[in-house]
């Protein structure tokens, strides 16, 4: 390990980042270790989680408030590219990583680190997003990672932490690995493991059981501008708050629950249990709004790019050249989603019941009716269908031949 003097260690409180303190200083020798936090709109009170790391051995701990950016730099950019990774998972830990490791390497330019740290293991992703988007932003500066060096197992990396006054976060009775934030929770760990087993209740957090949803369903209406939400119900709202309230409603109906298993980055599945309401609900509407007011080969191209796009994300590289040029193509493929959307919410569904746009509907009613005002010229279909399948009636002969 290549000695380093001051270091900015990405600190969130659990045991791993707390025992990377003491023990950057005591096996690794460094000298001045700098906590710091980010505030992603987790709700939890990230006072005590200052003083926790200032507790450990930190020098100095920071806590930053960056639920404005989390939410018009990554999470805004995810729904108009109706980012799903594999198709399931939204993103919602995935989009939070190149956003503490910008943030990260700020801080240790401000403070005059000449190294950064996190306690992510091996075996995980954020290990490859924290690394690589830092290699992207400061490739000179140097990347700790002593959870993943330190081989030690996660009952010695515990009691190595009380050595130094750091109590043990996980008890039995709550085995499991938890990340939040804004946009969702994510669980992992203990019987989860098992894929066989069923996720007990005691998990979910932000959506409520399809027992204790409402028997009662609710329209709500999504309202989007150049593809971003700004409005719910004809409530305009800020994006920080417009996220707040799309959580709030899918989650007090059931929706937004996801049980997978997932490809790491690693190579190795895992079992992933997220809780996403307002993304969820939010990437569903864009998509029917996208449906109404894009070409059909537009369509059909983006949702072949929104897949490379979410792996991207997923893999780590959202400072890399690929990303940069899909995010051309998928801000002009936004300029016409304006409109409005509504959903029923109901027992852990969310039905799109209705779209419109005034603006830039490719829906033409009168070429798509049956109705005695159909102008479609239904005789033009003759010569359309014979070119059409030309191709096929050629290779069909030659082969009778």
């Not at 270790?33 to 992603?40: M, N, S, Y």
């Not at 019987?191 to 709500?220: G, H, K, N, R």
């Not at 996208?290 to 792996?311: N, P, Y």
Request: glycine share 8%; aromatic share 8%; net charge negative.
């Amino acid at each position: 390990m290549e000695s380093a003097k001051k270091v900015v260690l990405a600190y969130s409180g659990g045991v791993d980042t707390s025992v990377c303190i003491p023990y950057l200083k005591e096996e690794w020798g460094v000298d001045e270790v700098i906590a710091f936090a980010a505030d992603l709109g987790q709700g939890d009170e990230l006072e005590p989680i200052r003083k926790k790391a200032i507790e450990a051995g930190a020098n100095d701990s920071l806590v930053d408030d960056l639920i404005q950016p989390f939410v018009n730099d990554f999470a805004f950019p995810a729904i108009r590219v109706n980012a799903l990774y594999e198709g399931r998972y939204p993103l919602s830990t995935a989009l939070a990583r190149p956003l503490i490791a910008r943030r990260l390497v700020e801080v240790a330019r401000e403070v005059g680190a000449d190294a950064v740290a996190h306690g992510c293991t091996g075996k995980g992703n954020d290990q490859v997003r924290f690394d690589v988007a830092i290699a992207a932003l400061a490739p000179d500066l140097k990347v700790l990672t002593p959870a993943r060096e330190w081989g030690m197992s996660r009952e010695e990396t515990i009691a190595y932490g009380e050595r130094f006054g750091i109590p043990a976060p996980v008890s039995k009775k709550s085995p499991y690995s938890i990340d939040l934030n804004l946009l969702g929770r994510s669980i992992e760990a203990g019987l989860l493991e098992d894929p066989m087993v069923a996720p007990p209740e005691e998990v979910f957090a932000c959506t409520a059981s399809i027992a204790e949803a409402p028997d009662e369903a609710q329209d709500i209406e999504i309202r989007f501008e150049c593809g971003n939400p700004v409005a719910i119900n004809g409530d305009r709202l800020d994006p920080v708050m417009l996220i707040k309230q799309a959580n709030l409603l899918a989650g007090r109906h059931g929706f937004g629950r996801i049980d997978m298993i997932e490809n790491r980055v690693v190579g190795i599945k895992s079992r992933e249990i997220y809780e996403t309401p307002g993304l969820l609900l939010l990437i569903r509407a864009h998509q029917e709004l996208e449906s109404l007011t894009l070409s059909a080969e537009v369509l059909r191209t983006k949702l072949l790019l929104e897949q490379k796009w979410s792996e991207l994300v997923y893999q780590g590289l959202w400072f890399s050249p690929l990303k940069d040029a899909l995010d051309g193509f998928m801000d002009r493929t936004q300029i016409d989603v304006n409109g409005v959307v509504r959903i029923r919410l109901h027992k852990g569904n969310a039905t799109i019941i209705g779209r419109g746009s005034s603006q830039n509907s490719l829906y033409i009613s009168d070429m798509a009716t049956y109705g005695k005002d159909d102008n479609f010229d239904h005789m033009a279909a003759k010569g359309f269908i014979y070119v059409w399948g030309l191709p096929s009636r050629l290779w069909s002969a030659a082969r009778r031949r």
